[in-house]
Each structure stands twice: as C-alpha cells, then as structure tokens.
C-alpha cells in the first residue's frame, strides 16, 4: 500500500495535477463545471499515466443519461481538441481534413485542425478511445485500461428542472451585488467630485431680482444653489 501511494504521489507531482484540478474548479466556479482528464504516455516503452487540465469545459460532451455527481456512470464521451497540422500528419500518414463548420462551435486556425476523441464501452464493459476528423474514423479503435472513462467531472450547482438539467456557478448570483456595489462607488464619486468647489458667499440681495426670487444661473438642473447665504448686511 504505501509503495502504491508513493507511485500516486509522483504521478501527481511529476503532472502539475494540483494545477489541472484548479483548472476545472475555476471552471466550475464561473461556468458551474469543469473536467480534467487521464492520459497515458509511452516513455521509452513504459506507460506512464499523466493528468492533464482542460481549459474548456465546453469541449466536453458526455453522456446526457448519466446522473451520478461525478459522472462516473458515463457510458460514453466525446472530447473536441486541436492539433497542428504537422503534427497530425507526422503521427497518422496523411493530411487532416477540418471539420465542417456546421458541426463544431469552433473553427481551427490555419496551422491546426480539430479532432475528436470518443471514448465508449463495448459489449464486454472495456474502454475504448476512437480518434476522428473531418474525414471520419482515424485508424483502428484502441482499449484503454481502466474501469472507467478517465474524464473526471467537476460540478458546480446542478438543478435539474422540467427535464433537463441546469449548471450554475457563482458567477451568475454576484452579478446583481456587483452591479449594485459598481452604483454605489459612482455615487461616492461624483458626491466627492461635486464638493471640490465650495460654493460662493453671497449675501441675498445680489442673487436675487426685484421679487425676491434667486436668479437662475445660481442653482444647478436640479435646483441645487451653488452658494452659501449670509445675512444681508443693513
């Protein structure tokens, strides 16, 4: 057990996994969820399993009947990223083929090119990982050993209503106090710019006509007097 642990650890510190997990929380806290994932990477020959963050959550499309919090009952996922073009040609043999721009959110830059990676069970409960572009189907389905799809899910607040289900992050309930505190830092600022001035010392009779009504220019559009009165010297 602790051999095991101390493998757990180093896989750990060696992927930056506190970084990844932040990723997804941030997510999570702005958009109501976020994912990290496992991937597996051949170091002269040895599997080494490597946890790596996801910056948008949103490029993750995962099963719609799996109800679980953490989504471990996921039975099948599709992961949309972006590889460059030479890279994609170097590992597959060919030159990609982008997408239909109907069909994705998101349109790849001149030098990369969007691929998925679906990730399903078979009959026999194994986990397998299918890589496609534009083109279709990218080589021969390959199995992955785990129990389980290795996408972990972060939640935020989750509400299901008539049906479907609603994400919610913090986010969306702070945007009212902030608008409300935003209101109230102008107020105090402009109180403060208005009272830069001092008002003029008058007396009554200069700033008013025959009738005893004070001339116009004296008061503001809101009928604020700019002065400060003082007894009328006789």
Known sequence: AELIDQRLRAI???????????????CAVAGGFGWYRIVVDDIKGEKMPRIEGIRDPLAVVWDSAAIRADRSDIRHLAYMSTVSREEFKAEHGRDPVEYDGASITWAPSESSVTI?????????????????????????????QASLIPFIFVPGEEYFVDGKTYFKGVVRDAKEPQRFLNFWKS???????????????????????????????????????????VNDPS
């Open 12 to 26: 750990q510190i060696a992927s930056d996994a506190p970084s990844a997990r932040d990723t997804a929380l941030e």
């Open 116 to 144: 998925c990676e679906f990730w399903y069970f078979d009959e026999s409960g194994n986990v397998f990982q299918m890589l496609m572009d534009g083109a279709g189907v990218i080589g021969e389905p390959e199995q992955f």
């Open 187 to 229: 107020e105090v600022a402009e109180q403060i710019q208005s009272k830069k001035t001092p008002p003029a010392i008058v007396d009554g009779k200069s700033i008013t006509d025959a009738e005893g009504k004070v001339y116009p220019e004296w008061a503001d559009a809101e009928g604020n007097y700019a002065y400060r009165r």
